[in-house]
């Protein structure tokens, strides 16, 4: 069974770093394009930053310039570098991302159990 398994979130104040990872685990090919997500709470949960398997990527407006989606082919594994935190962006993350199996090379679309990041003023 292939699991997407995130860490790193946490309590950080107003102006600080996080690295969010996202592993996937399991009978695992690969990660085709990947992304994270937010869930504020009482909010919808929207789109943070995406990457493409060739490494293109994309952002929301918001954290344009403050945060950084990569990967690690090898460790099939997505990263999320959040910088100059805001209070606002305090919110569930949560990864999403295409697997594809080992063996059947099936495709599937998976997210991870989400991890909290609190920003303080």
């Known amino acids: 069974q292939v699991q997407l398994v995130e860490s790193g979130g946490g309590l950080v104040q107003a102006g600080g770093s996080l690295r969010l990872s996202c592993a996937a685990s399991?009978?695992?090919?690969?990660?085709?394009?990947a992304g994270w997500y937010r869930q504020a709470p009482g909010k919808q949960r929207t789109l943070v930053a995406t990457?493409?398997?060739?490494?293109?990527?994309s952002y929301a407006d918001s954290v344009d310039g403050r945060f950084t989606i990569s990967r690690d082919n090898a460790k099939n594994t997505v990263y999320l570098e959040m910088n100059s935190l805001k209070p606002e962006d305090t919110a569930v993350y949560y990864c999403?991302?295409?697997?594809?199996?080992?063996?059947?090379?099936?495709?599937?679309?998976?997210w991870g159990q989400g991890t909290q990041v609190t920003v303080s003023s």
């Open positions: 999403n991302a295409e697997t594809v199996l080992l063996g059947t090379f099936r495709r599937l679309d998976q």
């Open positions: 990457i493409t398997l060739m490494g293109t990527t």
């Open positions: 399991g009978n695992i090919f690969r990660i085709n394009a």
